[in-house]
């Protein structure tokens, strides 16, 4: 009798937990080509120029024409997650930036610690990727779809803008 209870209760629980994960995946299904031309794409790392402007990592992604009823919306890349943005000069030029870790505060009293603010991770752990691989996130005609960057180049760290005197 036991034995039968303990079967009815996990056969539901399985089939639930199979259901909800086959969906997760059906939203995560990665495209084979993409509706525009990616010219470039490249990574490298960025020192910290001023306090607003913090150290990190940028995702660049280069566009052959501007897009019309498509929108970059973000760069999944190394377990994290950001907004591609176009750049302001070069409309063709999406870049994600991922800020480094910053600095915490780590002390016996509670209180001084108020203000570190916690790791950001992907809000999806569904993207298993190597070191040098990618996924961008798009829109077309309103659908949410994924595309798969592999072996991004690494570049130089970029050097700060300097100031002509």
Not at 56 to 71: D, Q, R
Not at 106 to 121: I, W
Request: aromatic share 12%; net charge positive; proline share 7%.
């Amino acid at each position: 009798m036991k034995l039968a209870t303990l079967l009815y209760g996990i056969i539901p629980l399985v089939f639930f937990s199979s259901c909800s994960s086959s969906q997760q995946l059906q939203n995560f299904v990665l495209q084979e080509q993409v509706p525009f031309e990616i010219v470039e794409y490249y990574y490298q790392d960025w020192p910290q120029h001023t306090r607003t402007s913090p150290a990190g990592i940028h995702v660049t992604i280069v566009l052959k024409e501007n897009l019309n009823s498509i929108e970059l919306k973000e760069v999944f890349f190394r377990d994290k997650q950001v907004a591609l943005k176009p750049e302001l000069r070069a409309p063709t030029v999406y870049v994600g930036k991922f800020p480094k870790q910053t600095d915490r505060i780590l002390n016996a009293d509670p209180v001084k610690e108020y203000g570190n603010k916690p790791p950001q991770f992907s809000k999806n752990g569904s993207f298993k990727l190597s070191s040098n691989d990618a996924i961008i996130s798009y829109t077309e005609r309103g659908k949410l779809l994924y595309y798969k960057l592999t072996d991004i180049e690494e570049r130089g760290t970029r050097q700060a803008p300097r100031n002509p005197r």
